[in-house]
């Protein structure tokens, strides 16, 4: 890549869901979207959000974030 | 669907425009959206626009929301 | 078009990036956004940042934009 | 009420949700809100959110609102 | 209207009140700037709010919105 | 008045500055607002800013608002 | 208190009025506040608005403000 | 549940401290609200913040969250 | 002018219009709203916005911006 | 100074804390922020917050705010 | 410290890079900044972003904060 | 550089001046701001704002910016 050449990137929204944590969250986004979309380059957190059990445990992290890749 | 699995949603941005009120305009959005998209599971309003007629009348309300959806 | 009737728009979000200025790292997400949506209607700008290079000159600036398009 | 008197208010956040409409949801929230909380004076819209059924229908809305009442 | 050439528009902020609902709300506002300003264009909704009587009913709504007309 | 009747407000933005403190250059707009407009009912301060003089002294507020008022 | 302890804190939303200013008119909320909840430890200001007199002059602050306290 | 029937939920803001991190600040939390709330159903994080200590050590996370119940 | 010296400023949105770039718009809207106001002091842009042609070409900035001018 | 003429400021964040008032907190950032930069032009204020004591008086307001210096 | 004291605090923007973790970020930032300035008191999260690898795993957080330190 | 390994970045707040346009006071906060700080990777545009001459013409642009590099 060389600065100052046109190029484009897109970016789409995604909800990663994980019982393991915020980092977890964001990887199994991250993750599932490679799959369907581009070599994605980075990320940006949006929101984070969960679910509490019955037990009043954290049972799931929802992390709503931004992946762009580039669009060649 | 089980809390604390591994899971992935997507959300789109989509304006539904529609003559007969807000609610109409909401689901005119996301009957459209559903043709080219997965099944949507919800969404959520981010602006609520609309046009004036020459007679002074709203003639159309244009609701900027965004839809979401699980990728599979 | 006619007002009142029942349309859809949906929003994309990507990233122009060029050496020679803000409209034109505009005009370059355009212009490739286009290549693999449809016709595009309007864009809103987001955000606008750059990279600065060794000389300590602005060598390219970076915006963020949401451009638009009809479901038809 | 007279203007300038020492007075407080307490402003609650609640989510009312109706099958039946923005408004709908609006007085579900502020019927139940005062059951528990004294007389309500006033609301705030903060979001508005629905869920979509597998039939592709907004099945309901979900307003965020909050509701203000005077701490007597 | 020719896009490209040069024209000016200007907003105003106004807040409609109504008993009988969001939409209602939003017309008696630009109903009744249209008397004082010129023929308007769009609206654009920034708040939505209301007032609870004493018998716990949402008693009338009040839509904050700009309006906006071109200045020929 | 009465809650629920058709009613419409407009708001105006407008900086009071005073050397006196943020209470005083409130009222100060307010003031002038009130020559030039309706009477009004109600402000909302969006930003309080100031000036700060050669000696190292604030020497005024420069409080922005909005005003409110009915059109009757 | 010891840092690094687990300890939980409630912020409650609530509005002080005082025809006397801004400091008195937080200072009103904290007094109310304080006598229905646990004694409070920190306010933190949303919003300032006001009411203007027939007169012209503000003849009241309203004061927007979150109150917080330790949940033992 | 049934979607599209009413139904009410509240939300509270508090605040989990621990040193252990910031998914633990999350459940200290959590379980501190249920023990005084009814069940809790989700949390929105608002802020992460936290205390360094005097050896330059992050010793606590703040994570500032609404918990949401439903007002049966 | 003499800092501390009580004055009043209002501010104005306006959106103006051109085909040739944001510096453009900014100065269209400015020209324009500077006919029927008093001599304007300063301007802060809102939004930036456009127009894209049937040719893929962005053929008119839309640039929301606010206009001040002392209330002498 | 001219307007036109290629000028740059530079902005720092600070904090005033005092028992006495908002304005006073101001003063006491913008004087003891003097002492290590330049000769400060401007401020503008983020945040206001406070400390409440045992006593449920408030007995330090906390001013947020940016200074504003010109980098000569 | 005493309540009520006149004193200044001052916050800095540094971003925390680290392969580990967000947790790890934040400290990574800590302990740089703490290198060049005083002793820090706390840092709030202003954002978390991160970098995509090419095997489609995020190999590093990068943690917007802000740090505070007193100006004594 | 090797993404993952630990680095810090340092953002400031800069306002550059310029009557040649937007671009142009980027350019001249990124010149000025590089004299005095570490060799700047990127910059933000945080807010465009202007002065408006006697003769109604824009005479100059007012960009306030972050820029951020390194703490090496």
């Known amino acids: 890549m060389t600065y100052g050449q ?3 990137y897109k970016k789409v929204e995604v909800i ?3 019982g393991a944590g915020i980092e977890d969250a ?3 986004a991250v993750t599932r979207a490679q799959q ?3 070599k994605l380059s980075w990320f940006e957190v949006q929101d984070i959000r969960g679910h ?3 037990d009043g445990k954290v049972n799931e992290y929802q992390v709503v ?3 762009a890749f580039e669009l060649k």
Request: aromatic share 0%; glycine share 16%.
């Open 6 to 8: 046109g190029r484009t």
């Open 16 to 18: 990663g869901v994980s």
């Open 26 to 28: 964001i990887q199994q």
């Open 36 to 38: 369907s979309l581009e």
């Open 52 to 54: 509490i059990g019955d």
């Open 65 to 67: 974030l931004k992946v």
